[in-house]
Nanobody, 113 residues
Framework: QVQLVESGGGLVQAGGSLRLACVAS??????GRWYRQAPGKQREVVAA???????NYADSVKGRFTISRDNAETTIYLQMNDLKPEDTAVYYC?????????WGQGTQVTVSS
């Protein structure tokens, strides 16, 4: 059974940092992505990390967020620096591998001003 479990969310002041982790069981990440969804808004992709090392970021987080993975390819991370109140959202881990897509349950990130 495939499962993605996120951790690392919480409450932080503007300018602070958080590191999210997503641990996969049952699969390895081919393409790993972090999405977020703020109240009343559509879910949006924040960052993507492909096997081989290529990464992509939403313009709103470039230079502040870094996506990475471990050597075992079972965990992806999202290092978030210089957080802003507009980064407040539920952050979701997404994995695409073997033509299947999987989602985590989400972790809340709240940035206070």
């Amino acid at each position: 059974q495939v499962q993605l479990v996120e951790s690392g969310g919480g409450l932080v002041q503007a300018g602070g940092s958080l590191r999210l982790a997503c641990v996969a069981s049952g699969i390895k990440f081919n393409l790993g992505r972090w999405y977020r969804q703020a109240p009343g808004k559509q879910r949006e992709v924040v960052a993507a990390n492909a096997r081989g090392g290529s990464t992509n970021y939403a313009d709103s987080v470039k230079g502040r967020f870094t996506i990475s993975r471990d050597n075992a390819e079972t965990t992806i991370y999202l290092q978030m620096n210089d957080l802003k109140p507009e980064d407040t959202a539920v952050y979701y881990c997404n994995a695409y591998t073997d033509f299947q897509e999987y989602w985590g349950q989400g972790t809340q990130v709240t940035v206070s001003s």
